[in-house]
């Protein structure tokens, strides 16, 4: 990511004694928190909703997502329940370590990109869109349970937060430095050593991050007009606070 901690600041212009004060003040909870609060609308909305299933899945089913959240297309042609092709994406799986780690990946990846769309956010909603649906698509066709749809969507993230930064030098658990194109495949490798299974749901995120890439890079991925009309000239209580929101992050880019 782009954050001013990432670079040195002239040691003579920092005040110590002002930050002694902040860090008694403060805390990693309150810190991270936050931070959460100034996390773009969708990925906000994203794993506040995320959260909230899951914990529900922890109370009512022994620590087990919901199962009318997952997706079932019996379910959802013939009962219409249409909710589930996008609540699916929500499950991360058990409220354990792991499920904090992939909503970390998913809170710097997906926040990341907003930001980085905060000028033209139906990009980004685009991009979500195109990731979902292939994920979606791509699973029922190869007939693989979609059970973890937001896991695997996590890759699809970090794959394209990849090719916006190319050559970016990253750090990687503060052991090692490698390039930004490099890490989808890390996580790939990660997911092989650690589970001792393929990682074809992983692959499969790299795959279609792909593909919106390529689509975006050749004018064949973006968002159609009626969405950029409405984000730009739409009228009504919505449309308003969808642009005060993202106008609150335009103004973290510009220059003081």
């Given at each position: ?191 092989f050593l650690l589970e001792g299974e393929v990682p074809i749901l992983d692959l499969l995120g790299i795959v279609f991050g792909h593909v919106y ?25 919505l449309a308003n606070r969808v642009r005060g929101e993202y106008k609150k992050i335009g103004s973290d880019f510009e220059l003081q």
């Open positions: 990511m782009y954050d001013s901690e990432f670079f040195s600041e002239d040691l003579d212009s920092v005040n110590f004694d002002a930050a002694e004060g902040d860090f008694s003040e403060d805390n990693t909870l309150t810190r991270a928190w936050d931070a959460f609060q100034k996390s773009p609308p969708l990925t906000k909305l994203y794993l506040s909703a995320s959260f909230t299933a899951t914990a529900i899945g922890y109370v009512s089913n022994n620590n087990d997502f919901p199962p009318y959240l997952l997706l079932d297309w019996k379910a959802t042609l013939t009962r219409l329940q249409i909710w589930r092709p996008i609540t699916a994406f929500l499950n991360f799986g058990p409220l354990n370590l792991g499920y904090l780690m992939t909503s970390h990946f998913v809170w710097t990846y997906m926040a990341t990109l907003e930001r980085l769309n905060h000028d033209t956010p139906y990009e980004f909603w685009m991009m979500m869109f195109f990731g979902g649906s292939t994920m979606i698509l791509g699973y029922t066709l190869l007939q693989i349970s979609p059970r973890f749809l937001g896991h695997n969507l996590s890759t699809f993230f970090v794959y394209v937060w990849s090719r916006y930064h190319e050559g970016l030098e990253v750090s990687l658990f503060d052991l090692f430095q490698t390039r930004a194109e490099t890490l989808p495949w890390f996580f790939l490798a990660q997911t890439h390529y689509g975006r890079s050749v004018g064949i991925a973006k968002a159609p007009g009626f969405i950029r009309e409405w984000y730009k000239h739409g009228q009504g209580g």
